[in-house]
């Protein structure tokens, strides 16, 4: 046996199910506040671009034929190269 009465397992489930029930719209309000904040400023952070980088030594294998210098996700690079091979052509 655990040495506590049955009476007093009760009470101190009803004293938690109190706290916690204050407690719940206390942290939903603060999560309110901090996601405010949080999407209130932008984060657009600069990358520095160090020179290794963008080391290109040899054809990257998703590249235009003749060559590209864009990244394999980068669909505006790839659009204007595209453009300007065929403005060239």
Known sequence: MSGHSIEHAIEETAKWKKFSFVMMPCVAVYAV????KHFAHHHDHEQVLYPHMR???KEMPWALAGGSKCDLFDYDCAAKEKAAKAAAA
């Open 33 to 36: 506040i901090v996601g405010y």
């Open 55 to 57: 080391k290109r030594d």
